[in-house]
């Protein structure tokens, strides 16, 4: 059966984390910048699970209490020692999300792997069929868009030039294909050659009239 891939938005929204060893603590590092307010449960926490604490990251708990899921909206579960009852009635009653590291076929939802730079994130999953492949072929996804976060950046800012131009709709969807097609805009922007990647991207851009270069992100900082 297909599942269905979806960019969740945890803004706000409550997060557990049952056990953070290397399986937890790597579940956790994607909850990271997600604004979601993350709570660990963890008896026997890892240096770099009471720094994350410090620096107020996270909230650290030694063990795990039902009233911890008042609120919740999803939990992880890797402790090693199996899903809380109450999780788990919690799962199957719909009132939270449930991954389950012990034993997935408990859960609600899986992670796919991720190739990420910057804004930009490509996942990979194999449906649970064979979760190492999925691994394997993020690695090679990550090597291949390393550098490409700032070209995102870059295309987010002209992407709302173009929208805020008067010019109609079917002209504007054109230029955005148009910058989003280009084969040679990633390399330049990657590479920090700024001068040619802004004339590349002011014929590419036109109508619409290209931002002074100072407005636009994207360029590593040393790029001239």
Do not use: Q
């Not at 909230?59 to 579960?77: D, I, K, N």
């Not at 590291?101 to 996942?123: I, N, R, Y």
């Amino acid at each position: 059966m297909r599942s269905l891939t979806v960019n969740l938005d945890l803004t706000g929204s409550k997060a557990l984390v049952l056990g953070c060893g290397k399986v937890g603590l790597r579940k956790l590092s994607r909850l990271l910048g997600t604004g979601a307010e993350i709570t660990a449960v963890e008896p026997r926490p890892s240096p770099e699970l009471l720094r994350l604490e410090r620096a107020g990251a996270i909230t650290l708990l030694e063990s795990f209490s039902p009233e911890l899921l008042e609120g919740a909206r999803l939990v992880f579960a890797a402790s090693g020692e199996g899903v809380p009852r109450e999780v788990l009635e919690a799962a199957r009653a719909g009132r939270i999300l449930l991954n389950s590291a012990d034993e997935p076929g408990l859960g609600t939802f899986a992670l796919p792997a991720v190739a990420e730079d910057g804004a930009l994130t490509v996942s990979v999953s194999t449906g649970g069929a064979f979760p190492a492949l999925s691994a394997v072929l993020a690695a090679r996804l990550r090597e291949s868009f390393r550098g490409w976060g700032g070209y995102v950046e870059l295309l987010g800012s002209l992407r709302s030039r173009v929208l805020a131009s008067p010019l109609p709709a079917r002209e504007r969807s054109g230029i955005l294909r148009r910058l989003a097609e280009d084969p040679e805009l990633p390399e330049l922007v990657r590479s920090g050659r700024r001068p040619e990647a802004m004339r590349l991207a002011a014929g590419l851009l036109s109508p619409v009239d290209l931002p002074p270069d100072t407005a636009l992100p994207g360029f590593p900082k040393d790029a001239s």
